[in-house]
């Protein structure tokens, strides 16, 4: 499986940005997938994920009605919606694929930077 994020880049705080992750090399329908980010000096967490085969989503308390996680079927791509953003969601992005039978990821994204400016 490999995946490509991109739209990354420089908004002003209260601003949006749509992320997306291109997916190749695997039929998804038993996959989950998650967005991850990593701000300068701290430890990745986890912001979102999606279970390809059904649509459920699953959010991370900081980000629970301003981020929205959503797929493209035919596009085998999935996107993080971000509205209302703080400069505490300065980091870099990662998305990433995992079997839904398993608990870790094993597919990662190279990651896209997201700078929110006060």
């Known amino acids: 499986v490999q995946l490509q994020a991109s739209g990354g880049g420089l908004v002003q705080a209260g601003g949006s940005l749509r992320l997306s992750c291109a997916v190749s090399?695997?039929?998804?329908?038993?996959?989950?997938m998650g967005w991850f980010r990593q701000a300068p000096g701290k430890e990745r967490e986890f912001v979102a994920a999606?279970?390809?085969?059904?649509?459920?989503?699953y959010y991370a308390d900081s980000v629970k009605g301003r981020f929205s996680i959503s797929r493209n079927n035919a596009k085998n791509t999935v996107y993080l919606q971000m509205n209302s953003l703080k400069q505490e969601d300065t980091a870099v992005y990662y998305c990433?694929?995992?079997?839904?039978?398993?608990?870790?990821?094993?597919?990662w994204g190279q990651g896209t930077l997201v700078t929110v400016s006060s």
């Open positions: 999606l279970r390809w085969s059904g649509g459920s989503t």
């Open positions: 990433a694929a995992r079997h839904f039978q398993r608990s870790a990821y094993d597919y």
């Open positions: 090399g695997r039929t998804l329908s038993t996959y989950i």
